[in-house]
């Protein structure tokens, strides 16, 4: 069955500082993957998707991920962490069977000063 | 543009009581509309997903209905709540585009049943 995998419940950054947050999947098939940030008491905001054009995919907010067929990975990252970027990122990807999103648990980015 | 409405934002029932959320959609037709959960601490379960009006997939079995009685309108109900109804409860809407199909979604709803 596919999966989405998010390692880190929770990740800490200092600002400024590289935000990497990982993400891997199991597809049988080439995948369609989706990050989305969730600000807290809110709902989730699409961030960036890869739907098998250019593997390095630009987002909203200064963010970017790469497709690594390889390593089935497709982490989310950010150059320089703002303390506005602090929320819950959830990877996703789509079924290949119902084509309906399967989450993975989230990530937690805590941003100190 | 496309803007989804969710209402009401907090809610605060007893266990037993009924329950009514409901979700528009506003800027497009025909779309697909979904209902999630998010539990404390955990990640988003899909509850119900409708492609048109009447039509509604339930992924779980649960203590949940939804209905669909217009195109843009998606309501999620129970006769009785129970405890475990406690969450976080998300709208959300896509243009169907065959397998991509990318999923906007509402401000949410937070339910507590004590």
């Known amino acids: 069955a596919q999966s989405v995998t998010q390692l880190g419940s929770h990740v800490s950054v200092s600002e400024g500082a590289l935000v990497l947050l990982r993400c891997n999947y199991s597809?049988?098939?080439?995948?369609?993957l989706f990050w989305y940030v969730q600000y807290p008491n809110q709902g989730l905001q699409l961030l960036l998707k890869?739907?098998?054009?250019a593997t390095l995919v630009k987002g909203i907010n200064g963010f970017e991920a790469e497709f690594k067929k390889s390593e089935t990975s497709f982490h989310l990252t950010k150059p320089s962490a703002h303390m506005s970027d602090a929320a819950e990122y959830f990877c996703?990807?789509?079924?290949?069977?119902?084509?309906?999103?399967?989450w993975g648990a989230g990530t937690k980015l805590i941003i100190k000063p | 543009s496309q803007t989804i409405h969710q209402w009401p934002a907090t809610l605060v029932q007893p266990v037993g009581s009924p329950l009514s959320l409901e979700c528009t959609v506003e800027g497009t037709s025909n779309p697909n509309l979904y209902w999630y959960r998010q539990a404390a601490g955990r990640g988003l379960q899909l509850l119900f997903y409708?492609?048109?009006?009447?039509?509604i997939s339930s992924e779980v079995p649960q203590n949940l209905s939804a209905s669909r009685p217009q195109d843009r309108q998606f309501i999620l109900s129970s006769k009785k709540l129970l405890l475990s109804d406690s969450g976080f409860y998300l709208c959300?809407?896509?243009?169907?585009?065959?397998?991509?199909?990318?999923?906007?979604f509402g401000p949410g709803t937070r339910l507590t049943v004590l």
């Open positions: 996703a990807v789509i079924s290949d069977s119902n084509y309906q999103l399967i």
């Open positions: 409708s492609v048109g009006i009447g039509q």
């Open positions: 959300a809407w896509s243009v169907p585009a065959g397998v991509i199909d990318t999923q906007y």
């Open positions: 597809s049988s098939v080439p995948p369609y």
């Open positions: 890869y739907t098998s054009a």
